[in-house]
């Protein structure tokens, strides 16, 4: 017997969307965290709008957006020209969320584990794991040492999932890391600056935006979002002796330091006051497997990269939508199919335990995340070469290249499909799980179907746009209508009803009125198409399903 079906290791943001998600679609979880208090200084600060369509069902984006900024103003700096950067509306459609989202990572943790607690399930903080072991029989075994003297708690679970950062323990019992570590490490702190003393009349920075500065040795960044003191300071430099654990904050940085950067960067600005400072080591690695039987990987536990893009936090919570759902399910399977399995077990006891139930579910979140997460990374690794690397060439390219483009960015940031498509690539928008087992496409046979959604349309592994669609009577949004956790399957106008067989508690059906044909699209809980076929497939439908673990196969 398993005290639970998934015990989540680390309350960062993807260890609480992953915790939520699985709930949400049936687990019964546990999070686990180390470090006894929940604050810790934010090293995220910008959520993408296909992070934001993905955390929709979870009930947790008005949260968000109320803690955050959707309209940030930016002040690039070029040598001795600034070019103004106002981004408050992408030309982003089919998105109920175009634009970006400022927020620290602590307020996004703050929402995350508000919204568990809301559903009875809190963080246990505190609580280390020392020791993991895969069972024989299926199921993992974890020890736990609690920080208050208590024994050390053993924990049997069907799942774990290592959320628990670059340094993971979990990662240990499941595969390699691979990758290299960077020659730059990223200096953090939060202080209060004024107009550096001089005779003639000082410079100041503008607030209430974030300044940005390319140079030579690499970038510097001062957002007005500071969490101890009013402004974030973020910059590069090249790393030091003093080798700290990667992905954790290191000693604090000295004022005199602090000061020299922003001397070197060409800002007017004076530190009056530091409250906090670390330094951090970078690396771009990712983990060689991303699950090995009923333990996995997410988040910077399987794949840590550089800052350049603002991906570490937004790729974690991908990892965590898409594996949640999964372990909910099979969850939910497992427990269905457990009575008359132990029978089987019983009445043949010489036989191997069948497999489990979700083993091909389960696998596809390797399937699908681990080449996603690659091609992140190598973006990751190409930007940050290019913005803070101390290669001869990159240098030559910040230090003159950039200088003379300067003219032409203002010209470049109003061309505004131009700026939508950089974010559309770097939000992941195009990104498709097209090779998935989960993807289906039913060929039209060679009788005319009306409607034609075999041939044209929508493709399986493809994310499903926020278009205005007729359901029910009422113009309504795609994505309101899949707003809550679950599979969503869309009826054309004329397609047949779904059989009672094949409805479950989170099977939700949607007729569109305004979409005639006899077609359907059945849409994955994380906002992904599985099955496109011209006519509502009972027979694929509910090998779908089944395979998913919502109906019996």
Request: include cysteine; hydrophobic fraction near 45%; charge should be positive.
């Amino acid at each position: 017997m398993n005290d639970i079906d998934v015990l989540v290791v680390g309350a960062g943001t993807t260890g609480l969307t992953l915790a939520l998600q699985a709930h949400d679609h049936g687990a019964l979880v546990r999070i686990v965290e180390r470090r006894p208090e929940p604050f810790r200084a934010s090293r995220a600060m910008v959520m993408h709008p296909r992070t934001l369509e993905l955390l929709r069902p979870l009930g947790v984006t008005d949260a968000l957006l109320e803690r955050g900024d959707t309209s940030p103003a930016a002040r690039l700096h070029l040598r001795s020209r600034v070019v103004p950067v106002e981004i408050d509306r992408l030309d982003l459609p089919g998105t109920a969320f175009p634009h970006l989202l400022l927020i620290r990572q602590a307020d996004v943790e703050a929402v995350l584990t508000a919204a568990l607690a809301e559903r009875g399930v809190g963080v246990d903080r505190g609580a280390e794991l020392v020791r993991v072991a895969r069972l024989r029989h299926g199921g993992a075994r974890a020890v736990l040492r609690h920080r208050n003297g208590e024994p050390d708690e053993n924990v049997l679970c069907r799942y774990l999932v290592g959320c628990d950062g670059a340094a993971s323990r979990v990662r240990t019992s499941v595969g390699g890391w691979l990758g290299g570590d960077y020659a730059q490490e990223v200096v953090l702190a939060d202080l209060e600056i004024g107009p550096p003393s001089s005779p003639a009349p000082p410079a100041t920075l503008e607030p209430g935006v974030a300044h940005v500065v390319v140079g030579r040795r690499g970038l510097v960044f001062l957002f007005n979002i500071g969490e101890r003191a009013t402004w974030r300071m973020l910059a590069t430099r090249r790393a030091g002796a003093d080798r700290q654990p990667f992905g954790e904050p290191g000693p604090p940085v000295p004022v005199t330091e602090l000061q020299r950067l922003l001397d070197e960067s060409g800002l007017p600005a004076r530190i009056e006051h530091l409250a906090w400072s670390a330094q951090v080591r970078l690396q771009h690695r990712i983990a060689s497997r991303f699950g090995r039987g009923p333990l996995f990987l997410a988040g910077d536990a399987a794949h840590v990269h550089s800052p350049a893009g603002a991906q570490g936090m937004n790729a974690g919570i991908h990892d965590a939508v898409n594996l949640g759902w999964k372990l909910g399910f099979a969850s939910v399977a497992a427990r269905r199919s457990g009575a008359h399995l132990e029978a089987r077990i019983e009445r043949a006891p010489g036989q191997r335990r069948p497999q489990q139930p979700g083993s091909a579910l389960l696998e596809s979140y390797a399937q699908e995340r681990r080449p996603a997460d690659l091609a992140v990374l190598r973006l990751t690794h190409l930007l940050y070469w290019a913005e803070a690397s101390l290669h001869p060439l990159a240098q030559l390219g910040r230090a003159v290249l950039v200088p003379l483009a300067a003219p032409l960015v203002p010209w470049l940031l109003r061309r505004r499909r131009l700026t939508a498509a950089g974010v559309r690539t770097l939000a992941q928008f195009r990104l498709r799980y097209a090779r998935s087992v989960l993807s289906v496409d039913v060929r039209a046979s060679l009788t005319p179907v009306r409607g034609a959604l075999a041939r044209h349309g929508l493709r399986p592994g493809s994310r499903v746009a926020d278009t205005l669609v007729r359901c029910e009577g009422r113009r309504v949004r795609a994505h309101e209508l899949m707003a809550t956790p679950g599979v969503h399957i869309f009826l054309q106008a004329d397609a047949r009803q779904l059989p009672d067989r094949l409805r479950a508690p989170l099977v939700h059906v949607h007729r569109l009125d305004d979409r005639p044909g006899t077609g359907m699209l059945v849409v994955r809980p994380d906002g992904y198409a599985a099955v496109r076929a011209p006519v509502l497939d009972e027979y694929r439908l509910a090998a779908w399903l089944g395979l998913v673990g919502l109906v019996d196969g």
